[in-house]
């Protein structure tokens, strides 16, 4: 799986920033301010999405290692569960 960043285009940027002044009730005075804060948002939120990703991933990872543990101890307990009655087997032989 590629997965692409790319940077926010100023038009982008600007459209956000506007949303941002939108939402703080039209106040003026602020531009840089919302300026900031929408780059801050378009740049920072993909990372984020990006490290939630990458955390599902190792998660899926991680149960998948689970899976393959629990499979190989179950044989291990089936392959001693032999041996231990094969032998079991054995000594009642050597008894009798």
């Known amino acids: 799986m590629t997965i692409r ?3 926010p285009t100023e038009d982008e ?3 956000k920033a506007y949303k941002i002044y939108l939402a703080r009730g039209g106040e003026p ?4 301010d919302d300026w900031l804060q ?8 993909p990372l984020y ?3 939630k990703l990458d955390a599902a991933i190792v998660e899926k990872e991680t149960a998948q ?3 393959l ?3 190989t101890r ?3 307990q089936l392959k001693w569960q032999t041996v231990w009655n094969q032998s079991a087997d054995s000594n009642i032989e050597m008894a009798a």
């Open 69 to 71: 543990f629990d499979l």
């Open 65 to 67: 290692n689970h899976k």
């Open 13 to 15: 940027i600007r459209v």
């Open 74 to 76: 179950a044989a291990l």
């Open 38 to 45: 929408a780059e801050y948002e378009l740049l920072h939120l």
């Open 5 to 7: 960043f790319r940077f």
């Open 29 to 32: 005075g602020h531009a840089q």
């Open 49 to 51: 999405q990006l490290a």
